[in-house]
């Protein structure tokens, strides 16, 4: 059976990293990643035309995190993940951890609302109904922590410990709703925590750290889990091609093995990221603070010195 369009699963050789990685394209992600790359380089180009700048290093992030979505979904390990869950969960660790933080580094919100020409008078625009989806209450309450906490813990139990897994499986486009679903899930967690693009909520350093916390460790019980599992967990991977020579219990093995040592890597690199930004926050705050008194004169010392010098008149 062609579970992915990609081939024949069912005669695919036993898996090394440099059969995994060979060129093996899904036509939406393939469409779906140039698109991405074309819209954000117009964006930058017509920025450096009008003479505004733009980091490089936000065009590096995001070309990187679509990088990563192509390299697992553009290449013969969308084929393995087929048939093998240790692949499969690569697939979801790389697309729904490691893809959305790079993505939101690259800050394409902010580029698009920079680039985007303003709309006439009475009329409206790209950038306006960016704006106004931005603003909605749909959008307050995706990016709400009530919302985006439980909908990543139940991305990995209500989805492989029921029968909605096998379901989505067992088609390309189920497969593809999948995918596309840890991503934007992946997305919505981590924007209000790490994400450099305006959004409805911005906590504190402090609750965003909270906030990461509360999600992380469901990804190491999870992994734990299946590690721990003396069955197969998940049907779809049940009876895997007998051309692969593994068995399943030790693929499932690995596969929680991968889910739970994933985990960590999101976490550091989002404490990086906060950390990074809240020392920049400090110093605008404090830039702000030097222009201010630089503006008023610094009548705060001067009111204070008045005040010091009436003490010292009524002491004598």
Known sequence: MDHSGHGMTTDLPPFTLGRGLEFSPDLFFLIGCLAGLGLYGWGVVRLRRRGDA???????????????????????????????????????????????????????????????????????????????????????????????????????????????????????????????????????????????????????????????????PFHAFFGIALMMATEPMVKAYENPPASLGIDVLTDQNAAGGIAWAFSEIPSVLVLIALVYQWYHSEQRQAVRQDRAADRNGDKELEAYNAYLASLQARGR
Not at 95 to 119: D, E, H, N, Y
Not at 131 to 138: A, T
């Open 54 to 216: 733009w980091p490089v290093s936000r065009t590096v992030f995001f070309t990187v995190g679509v990088l990563t979505i192509a390299l697992v979904m553009c290449t013969k390990l969308n084929d393995y993940g087929m048939v093998m869950f240790s692949v499969h969960m690569v697939q979801h660790m790389v697309i729904s951890m490691l893809s959305p933080i790079l993505l939101l580094l690259g800050a394409p919100i902010t580029l698009a609302l920079r680039a985007l020409p303003v709309a006439g008078r009475g009329s409206t625009g790209p950038r306006e109904l960016l704006l106004k989806l931005l603003h909605s209450r749909y959008m307050k309450v995706i990016t709400h922590p009530g919302f985006t906490i439980p909908m990543f813990i139940a991305s990995l139990y209500a989805l492989y410990f029921t029968p909605l897994f096998d379901f989505l499986m067992g088609s390309k486009a189920g497969h593809i709703g999948m995918m596309v679903h840890f991503l934007m899930v992946g997305v919505v967690f981590f924007w209000p925590i790490m994400g450099v693009d305006p959004g409805p909520h911005r906590p504190g350093f402090v609750m965003r750290m909270l906030e990461l916390f509360a999600g992380m």
